[in-house]
Structure formats: C-alpha cells, structure tokens
C-alpha cells in the first residue's frame, strides 16, 4: 500500500498461502474482502505491516481498504 493504492492491485497466490501487506502510507489502511468476509488484515497503521490467509478455495476475490473505498484490488487464488 502506497500513495492510497495497492501495488499490486491484481495479485495471485496458493490457496491457504500467507500473504502479508506492507503500509508504506502514513495513514492506517485495511485489506479487506468485499464479499463473505473471506479475509480481513483489520487496522495497518502506517509504516506498519499486517497479514491474512488466503481463502482455501480458488477463485477471484475483490478487496478493498474500508477506510479509503477508492483502494481497490483483487486476490486470484489458485
């Protein structure tokens, strides 16, 4: 996460792969499924880093910061 973007914004991984995030912004930001709660990183202060499991089923999975809805990006699982 840098400059309110997640870079990637398109990323792919194993099914039940860890993934972890790096806020490189200065304000908080979240990974977040917008569907079926799937995966949550919760709060990532800024300069701080989080991480989640990625679903066990494959699939195309959208995700968003919730505290700056304009961050979008999606999680291919293979």
């Given at each position: 996460m840098?400059n309110?973007?997640?870079s990637?914004a ?5 099914a039940?792969?860890?993934v ?14 917008t ?8 709060s ?13 089923k ?8 919730t505290f ?11």
């Open positions: 840098k309110f973007a997640f990637p398109a990323l792919t991984v194993k039940g792969e860890k972890t995030v790096v806020n490189e912004d200065s304000t908080a930001h979240t990974v977040t499924a569907q079926g709660g799937d995966f949550d990183t919760g990532i202060a800024g300069g701080k880093s989080g991480s989640f499991t990625a679903p066990s494959a699939g195309s999975y959208a995700f968003v910061c700056h809805p304009n961050m979008k990006g999606t999680l291919t699982v293979r």
